[in-house]
């Protein structure tokens, strides 16, 4: 519960982790635990763990998001239609004809309200972290060549 708030309010957060608990547990993922990664334009992605502690990405379809006059999701760069098998597919090709680094799918679950896919968790960063750490990056470098260049025309007068 957040503050200010009545015990009585469910926040959108918590109403997408409770459903999608209740979808991966229907689909058999006995879930542990569950977090919301603030991430994807058309999924939401949650971060699991289950009751033998492995950890994994679930990648559910933003339903809502990105969908043409013609009722069908398209791709916010490319304008193609997107789906979970179209997902899934990517990943396959990237690992086994480009032979690059890519997830493993360990599911594919077309036949739920929301498709989905539950994906290997790889190390890192969460992308939003990584641009929120290049652009302060940026703006310190920008920041930082400013003030030398202002006391450089100081000293220069």
């Given at each position: 519960?957040?503050?200010?708030?009545?015990?009585?309010?469910?926040?959108?957060?918590?109403?997408?982790?409770?459903?999608?608990?209740?979808?991966?547990?229907?689909?058999?993922?006995?879930?542990?635990?569950?977090?919301?990664?603030?991430?994807?334009?058309?999924?939401?992605?949650?971060?699991?763990?289950?009751?033998?502690g492995l950890i994994?990405?679930?990648?559910?379809?933003?339903?809502?998001?990105?969908?043409?006059?013609?009722?069908?999701?398209?791709?916010?760069?490319?304008?193609?239609?997107?789906?979970?098998?179209?997902?899934?597919?990517?990943?396959?090709?990237?690992?086994?004809?480009?032979?690059?680094?890519?997830?493993?799918?360990?599911?594919?679950?077309?036949?739920?309200?929301?498709?989905?896919?539950?994906?290997?968790?790889?190390?890192?960063?969460?992308?939003?972290?990584?641009?929120?750490?290049?652009?302060?990056?940026?703006?310190?470098?920008?920041?930082?060549?400013?003030?030398?260049?202002?006391?450089?025309?100081?000293?220069?007068?």
């Amino acid at each position: 519960m957040q503050e200010g708030f009545s015990e009585n309010v469910i926040f959108l957060d918590e109403y997408i982790v409770s459903q999608t608990r209740e979808t991966l547990e229907l689909t058999g993922h006995e879930v542990e635990s569950i977090a919301l990664i603030p991430e994807g334009r058309a999924h939401y992605i949650f971060r699991i763990v289950d009751r033998a502690g492995l950890i994994s990405i679930a990648r559910f379809e933003k339903s809502d998001r990105g969908v043409g006059l013609d009722g069908i999701r398209r791709d916010f760069e490319f304008n193609g239609p997107i789906s979970i098998s179209r997902e899934r597919n990517l990943i396959d090709l990237v690992r086994e004809q480009a032979n690059l680094p890519a997830l493993r799918v360990y599911g594919m679950y077309e036949d739920t309200p929301t498709p989905f896919l539950i994906v290997e968790n790889l190390p890192g960063i969460y992308w939003s972290e990584y641009i929120e750490k290049i652009i302060f990056q940026k703006k310190h470098i920008l920041i930082h060549s400013s003030l030398l260049d202002l006391i450089w025309r100081m000293l220069t007068k």
